[in-house]
């Protein structure tokens, strides 16, 4: 790992393993630090997104409501402080939305340059990629959320009341919106390990039949409701940034074969020269 200001060489000219948890420290900190910042927002602004999380349940229950009678409320359960502890959660929630440029750029910048070079560059590169594509899994989470509810409350009897825990409502957002924002960024990391050398364009075109079958049994697992609709909601995104994470392997690969007899040549006069 490149070695930091004020930080010690060890005799190899590694960073020494005090220094690697001292800068460990220092990027968990400004990443806690961001998240609490991203939650006293998320508190402040609380009614608003409530609303806005809430939108998705009263779509998916209105065809319900004139086709099977079925009257479906959220309500709150448990003790006196079940109101705040679910406000707090879901501030939490907000603030870990919020504050993603900054702590995935921190979790960039501590494994990078053990990596690469370039690590400041790669860094904003990979968070400036990564940010919007976990946002807008999360966002794509977020459209299929009426669907998923109307499949799931569909199931409960005719003349029958359906009454959702508030806190497990939320549990059911968050679960469904964060699979899709992590679904989002595994394209990602499969050019993060091209670029490494760890995975060639060659072996991700060979596995890429089980590469789809696993995609698609991904998103029938991780998808909270039964019906197929939300699991291609999920499937045919992942496929298809897997499908460009491959074609830039490719082109990565072709430009790494290009530059590789250039450096021999320079090797070779470099020995000459010697």
Do not use: C
């Not at 990629?129 to 976990?134: A, E, H, I, M």
Request: glycine content about 8%; cysteine-free.
């Amino acid at each position: 790992m490149a070695l930091r200001r004020g930080t010690p060489p060890s005799p190899g000219g590694t960073m020494p393993l005090v220094g690697h948890l001292r800068e460990l420290r220092r990027r968990l900190t400004i990443g806690v630090l961001a998240i609490l910042v991203g939650t006293a927002l998320g508190w402040y602004f609380f009614s608003p997104i409530f609303e806005l999380l809430k939108q998705p349940y009263e779509s998916g229950i209105t065809d319900l409501l004139k086709t099977k009678g079925i009257d479906a409320k959220i309500v709150i359960t448990g003790g006196v402080g079940s109101a705040f502890s679910f406000r707090l959660k879901l501030a939490l929630a907000i603030g870990l939305v919020l504050a993603s440029p900054v702590w995935i750029n921190q979790i960039w910048r501590f494994v990078l340059p053990a990596l690469h070079r370039n690590e400041k560059r790669w860094a904003y590169l990979l968070t400036a990629t990564g940010v919007p594509l976990f946002v807008g899994g999360i966002y794509v989470g977020y459209l299929v959320l009426p669907k998923g509810i109307e499949v799931l409350i569909g199931f409960v009897p005719q003349s029958v009341d359906s009454l959702t825990s508030l806190s497990d409502y939320l549990n059911f957002v968050l679960r469904t919106m964060l699979v899709f924002g992590i679904a989002a960024e595994i394209p990602l990391v499969v050019v993060m390990l091209n670029r490494l050398g760890i995975v060639s364009a060659k072996q991700l075109a060979k596995a890429r039949p089980w590469t789809v079958i696993g995609i698609f049994v991904f998103a029938a697992v991780a998808t909270p409701s039964t019906d197929p609709l939300t699991m291609l909601f999920l499937a045919a995104p992942m496929t298809i940034l897997y499908f460009i994470s491959e074609l830039i392997a490719k082109l990565t690969d072709r430009r790494r074969s290009k530059k590789e007899p250039e450096e021999l040549a320079d090797d070779e006069l470099s020995s000459l020269d010697d």
